[in-house]
């Protein structure tokens, strides 16, 4: 999904620089509604960038905190089992 957002990103920051191509002047060529509309892609498109890590982020906590469960579950049904053959 990042990769796709960066895509997405650098196509909307390609056209934004068409529409003003000296380098982020002020003047706009065209429609200068248009350029608004090119910012606030870009901008939904950061903060989507910035939902997508945090949820990522959320999942591997979750799955770390499951895993060491895991393992100390693992751990205890290894000792019983030793408890269990002596």
């Known amino acids: 999904m990042l ?3 960066d895509v997405q990103s650098a196509a ?3 056209l934004l620089l068409r529409i003003s191509p000296y ?8 429609d200068p509604r248009r350029r608004s509309a090119i910012e606030k892609e870009l901008a939904e498109l950061e903060g989507e960038k ?5 949820s990522a982020w959320k999942d591997i ?4 905190k ?7 579950e693992y ?3 290894k000792r019983k089992q030793r ?3 002596v």
Not at 61 to 64: H, R, S, T, V
């Open 3 to 5: 990769a796709e957002i």
């Open 12 to 14: 909307a920051k390609s």
């Open 23 to 30: 380098e982020g002047a002020p003047f706009t060529i065209g």
């Open 50 to 54: 910035r939902r997508e890590t945090t």
């Open 61 to 64: 906590a979750a799955l770390q």
């Open 66 to 72: 499951e895993l060491r469960e895991l393992q100390r």
């Open 75 to 77: 751990l205890e049904e």
């Open 83 to 85: 408890v269990m053959s």
